[in-house]
């Protein structure tokens, strides 16, 4: 039994790496470096959470990680993810050296292109001398394990999925954004595993969502329920909300642990009021 299950997440397979990894994940971008970042990371650990994703850009983020890691004793099935901005192979393999090093780790279990949302950018990284090469020389290396990528762009994310060269994906999916389905349908039938960005909306609809609550809205647009929406396609491998303290953790985890299934008309219903709303 692995601590996510002991813990009452659910795991999932996070595509060809055939690593189980907790449904719920932690998107570490804004967890601030402060005692209650450390808190909350520490938390999410405690928790059963056993991914967590940063990148070398999120400043501090991988800092933080490494010293909370450092303090404690680390689950033998935590999945840590990073990201490099870099373009080339040498800029990509400078970042892996160094997220090894604030991490504290030996080896990084996914390493991802960060944000390649341009054909352009998609090119650079995939041509001879691009930041592809610098990933598949680490994991020569032995220094990260598998390789991924991230997108905003509907078609850099096709070929990415079809190339047969990254074991994962990042992107945007939720009621608000369901555009990305067929995505990870495709996905899914490459045995790609599928990391989702913003599942509760992102650009502050959480925080206003939780205001709209604070002043009585009693409709169904929950960040639960936007977790549970995520959670309700199988192909989905982990959504990694963001939380900057222990008490977004807590309501992150309990969400997962007491979730029913979502069927397609509370999942209609539930694009339907973010389309309203927002």
């Known amino acids: 039994m692995t601590k996510g299950e002991g813990a009452g997440l659910k795991d999932r397979r996070l595509g060809r790496t055939g690593r189980m990894v907790s449904e719920l994940g932690l998107g570490a971008m804004d967890t601030p470096t402060s005692d209650r970042g450390s808190d909350a990371l520490q938390s999410a650990i405690d928790s059963g959470i056993t991914f967590i994703d940063t990148a070398r850009e999120y400043a501090g983020s991988e800092m933080l990680i490494g010293q909370v890691l450092r303090e404690m004793q680390i689950p033998p099935n935590l999945c840590l993810a990073s990201k490099t901005f870099s373009r080339t192979a040498n800029g990509s393999q400078y970042d892996i050296d160094r997220s090894l090093k604030t991490l504290g780790c030996d080896c990084i279990s996914l390493y991802q292109l960060h944000d390649v949302s341009t054909l352009e950018a998609w090119e650079a990284v995939m041509n001879a001398g691009g930041a592809l090469e610098g990933l598949q020389a680490a994991r020569e290396r032995g220094v990260i394990e598998n390789i991924g990528i991230s997108s905003h762009t509907a078609e850099v994310l096709r070929m990415a999925i079809t190339c047969g060269e990254f ?51 009693d409709g169904p647009l929950t960040p639960a329920n936007l977790l549970r929406y995520v959670w309700s396609n199988s192909a989905v491998s982990v959504a990694i909300p963001g939380a900057r303290y222990p008490s977004r953790i807590n309501e992150n985890v309990a969400t997962a642990r007491e979730r029913r299934p979502m069927d397609s008309t509370e999942r209609l219903t539930l694009e339907a009021e973010a389309s309203r709303l927002y």
Do not use: K, N, Q
């Not at 945007?172 to 495709?186: N, R």
């Not at 790609?192 to 609809?205: D, F, H, L, Q, T």
């Open 167 to 217: 074991d994962t994906v990042m992107l945007e999916y939720s009621a608000f954004y369901p555009v990305t389905a067929p995505l990870i349908d495709l996905a899914a039938e490459h045995d790609v595993g599928v990391i989702v960005m913003r599942p509760v909306g992102g650009s502050g609809r959480a925080s206003a969502m939780r205001g709209r609550i604070a002043e009585g809205y």
